[in-house]
């Protein structure tokens, strides 16, 4: 078994708002070279484009099956486990890895049958918080600290570069899954936090503390659980019963 070819296509790189139709073509092409082929691409400023297509120097099929999508939950939809490249340190509190543990990483998590996506943000401003945030980890590729701006494109050969090294790294038993079953996708996941950001509105929770931040330290710590989909309904059906303890409460109250 070469783990590489068979692992390859658990892996996808999402590229998050991009401007310069180019870096999608080098992208492309840097993926390619390292054996992988899925990108999708979160409201690009212009795709298709010429630019991109002689960027990618021959790597077609991978513009050719790019997916197109409006927001970074359904360029992340079937993923169960999601690295976001920051250049730079974020207020948010996610675990920091170098490019190396981060495929190391990504290996296991794809041994255990999960799909893994690596998610690049925007040439200037990199990735937001709340976009971060929907990542179980962050990969810092460790420049200098006087010339710390790298190419989108060069970043991905990076991480497609480490990721392949990872891969290739010698045979390994699988990893025993961590759970008895796959973790809910990233859809479901935004699905649940939608649910639980309304419910804690409901019940009045926040009592003028941030939301922003409760939910911030909430995704993280579903995050690191990482519930599969049973789970999920019987966190949907306590929300429901604490929404419609709270509907019963405000009627009583008005009654």
Do not use: W
């Amino acid at each position: 078994m070469n783990p590489a070819v068979d692992l390859a296509p658990l892996f996808r790189f999402v590229l998050v708002r991009t401007s310069h139709p180019g870096n999608i073509g080098s992208a492309a092409r840097a993926i390619r070279t390292m054996g992988f082929a899925r990108m999708e691409l979160v409201a690009p400023h212009r795709f298709p484009d010429r630019e991109a297509d002689a960027l990618a120097a021959g790597a077609d099929d991978v513009l050719a099956g790019a997916g197109v999508h409006a927001g970074l939950v359904e360029g992340l939809a079937g993923s169960t486990f999601a690295l976001g490249l920051s250049a730079r340190r974020r207020g948010i509190n996610l675990p920091e890895l170098s490019p190396r543990e981060g495929a190391a990483q990504a290996r296991a998590a794809a041994l255990r049958g999960e799909q893994v996506a690596l998610v690049f943000g925007n040439e200037r401003t990199g990735l937001e918080n709340d976009e971060l945030a929907r990542c179980h980890a962050m990969v810092r590729i460790p420049s200098v600290e006087d010339f710390s701006s790298l190419n989108l494109s060069q970043a991905v050969q990076v991480m497609a570069y480490e990721l392949r090294m990872a891969l290739l790294g010698g045979e390994a038993p699988p990893a025993p899954p961590e759970h008895d079953h796959p973790p809910a996708d990233a859809a479901k996941m935004e699905r649940f936090y939608e649910h639980l950001a309304q419910t804690l509105d409901d019940i009045d929770f926040h009592k003028g503390r941030s939301p922003e931040t409760i939910m911030l330290r909430l995704r993280k710590l579903f995050q690191r659980a990482q519930p599969d989909e049973r789970e999920l309904r019987v966190l949907h059906g306590i929300l429901a019963d604490a929404q419609r303890m709270a509907t019963l409460a405000g009627e009583g109250r008005r009654g």
